[in-house]
C-alpha cells in the first residue's frame, strides 16, 4: 500500500527503490475509524498525514457551535494544521476521518529529519506546498468572487466524483452552504 | 539591496557568499512605479517577484468591475500567480505596485534551473510555500469565522504597521468591505 506514497514521490523526483524505503522508515501506517479525530482543537497537531486510502477533512468549530469544514485530503493528498505543526503550538482546527481510511503519519521532528538525510525530499515537499498554496489561492479568490451557486457548480465541475463521495452535508459545510440550501441546488440541477 | 535577500535565504539555509553570489545571478532587479502593472489579467505570469522595497498586491476584477485585493507583499516577501507562473496558463490576477518598489524577479525557466544547479534552494522555498499556505489556510478559516468588524481588528492587532502604511481603500479590498464601511469603523476605534 506505501506504493502509492511512493508513486507520489516519484511524480516529483527520482527515487530508487533503496532510497524510498529508508523515506519510508520515516513514517508509520495507521488506520483510522470513520469520524475518528485524529486532531482536536487544542491539541498540538504531533503528525504531517497523507491519505493511502479514504478521506480525512479539517474543520474548526465556530461561534454558533457549527462545524466548518475547511479541507479535504483524498488518495494521495497531505493534511496537517500546519501552523500548529511546524511552531507546536494549540490548534484551532480538527482533523477527522470521513470514511474509514488508511495514512501515512509522520511526526514534526521525524519529518525534519527526513528532509536533513534525505535532501531529494525537499523538492518533493517544495512541490507539495506549492501546488497546495496555489489550490489556497484560488479557494481565497473563489469565496470573494463567487456567488454560494456558483461556487457548488464551480466545485462539481471540477471534481464531479468527489462530489458523488462525500456526504452531502460536509460538501455543504466546505462551501459554506447549509445541507439545506445544497439539497435545493442539488435539485435544481436535476430538474 | 540584494542583501535583503541574502539575509532572508540565510533564515532558512546556510549560504556562502560565493554561493549567494551565485545564486543571486538568476535575478534581475526592476523598479516599478506606483500603480505599475507587473501582471495583467490574460498574460501568462511570467515571474516569481521578491520585494526589496515597496509593496506590490495581487488582485483580480470581478463581475462588478471592482477590484478585488487577495493578497499584499511587502520587504521580504514573494508574489506571483503560481497556477499561472507554473503552469504557464493565462492569469486572472493583476500584480500592482501599490507603493514605488525595487524588486528582485526571477522567470519560471531560470528558477527551474536554479533549483536543480543549488538544492539549498529547494529548502528555502520549500519553508517559503510552507508558510505561505499556512498563512493561506488560516485567511481562509478568517473569511469563514469572523464577521467583517471582526477581521479589521483581527488584522488590525496583527499588522498595525501596515494598516498605517496602506491605502485604507485598498485594505477595505482586502478585508471585502466597502472603504465606507472600513471608515466607519476606523471611527469606532478611535472614539
Chains 1, 2 share one sequence.
Not at 36 to 47: A, D, F
Not at 120 to 136: L, S, T, V
Amino acid at each position: 500500500m506505501s506504493e502509492i506514497l511512493k508513486n507520489h514521490i516519484r511524480k516529483f523526483v527520482n527515487l530508487s527503490e533503496e532510497e524510498f524505503a529508508a523515506v519510508l522508515s520515516f513514517f508509520r501506517t495507521a488506520e483510522v475509524a470513520k469520524k475518528e479525530n485524529l486532531l482536536t482543537e487544542g491539541q498540538i497537531c504531533g503528525s504531517n498525514y497523507f491519505v493511502l486510502k479514504g478521506c480525512l477533512r479539517k474543520f474548526f468549530i465556530n461561534d454558533k457551535g457549527i462545524e466548518q469544514t475547511t479541507e479535504f485530503a483524498i488518495e494521495n493528498w497531505w493534511i496537517t494544521d500546519h501552523i500548529s505543526f511546524e511552531h507546536q503550538t494549540k490548534s484551532e482546527f480538527y482533523i477527522q476521518a470521513v470514511e474509514p481510511s488508511i495514512i501515512l503519519m509522520i511526526d514534526r521532528d521525524s519529518q525534519e529529519r527526513l528532509l536533513e538525510l534525505h535532501p531529494k525530499m525537499e523538492r518533493y515537499f517544495r512541490f507539495i506546498y506549492q501546488r497546495a498554496y496555489a489550490a489556497a489561492q484560488m479557494r481565497i479568490k473563489y469565496l470573494f468572487d463567487l456567488s454560494k451557486e456558483e461556487s457548488y457548480h464551480a466545485f462539481y465541475s471540477k471534481y464531479p466524483e468527489f462530489v458523488q463521495r462525500i456526504p452531502q452535508y460536509l460538501l455543504a459545510s466546505f462551501l459554506g452552504f447549509t445541507p439545506e440550501y445544497l439539497s435545493e441546488l442539488r435539485k435544481k440541477k436535476r430538474s
